[in-house]
């Protein structure tokens, strides 16, 4: 089993009743819910201390996933710095929809992780264009949501590693929605969907790609790696 974190916001569920209507328990336990049965899953939220994310928990943490929306500047540099430093060191990274804005992804990154978008983005359609990559496995060719938030290019990431996923939406926009990316021993997987207005977290296809995200991000041991002067 992998050890998954999954970290939220956990406002948004508590201050709107169109989002609690959604996600009652959080956007955390839907996920929390989703995952359970095949990996160890426990939750952390903003407002708890360290944003339940001490050096402990991140050490034993296999694959990191994170929703955040509007709070991404209340989080604190110092739990960012030791994510991404667990990221380095091995760590799976999952940043989810909105958090394409987070703190450690734009610091994984590095660049200003930009893209356009609209809250009523009618239908999306999630295009497998790399249906041999493990996250991959197990879908159909395509993942339709009947209603999300549009994402559009441009979007200012780096050249992904792999491209697991292109979405169009009804507008005409195009997006790259499943970007896989390594950084020092880390994997990581940024995936679009995930609206809180809209229950895309309970979508069998889209929980089958998680349950696939987190294998495949986990750490794997590897070989040793040394760095600085050699006698």
Known sequence: ?????????????RADDAVAAVYPDGIHATLADALATDHEVRTA??????HGL?????????VLLWWGHDAHDDVDDAVVDRVQERVLEGMGFV????SHYSKPFKQLMGTTCS??????GGTERLWVVDPGHPI???????????????????F??????????????EGGEVFRSGCCYRRGKGRIF???????TYPIYENDAVQRVLRNAVVWAAPTKGSPRTFGERD
């Open 45 to 50: 939220t903003l407002e708890e201390p360290a």
């Open 95 to 98: 940043p989810l929809h909105s």
């Open 156 to 169: 200012d990431v780096p050249e992904p590693d792999r491209l697991v996923f292109v979405s169009w939406f």
């Open 1 to 13: 089993m992998v050890a998954v974190t999954i970290w939220n916001e956990f406002r948004h569920e």
């Open 115 to 120: 893209l356009q978008y609209r809250e009523d």
């Open 136 to 154: 991959a496995d197990g879908l159909e060719e395509a993942i339709e949501l009947p209603k999300t938030e549009m994402y559009g290019e441009p």
């Open 54 to 62: 001490t050096d402990d928990v991140l050490a034993s943490t296999d």
């Open 190 to 196: 940024y995936f679009r969907p995930g609206h809180e």
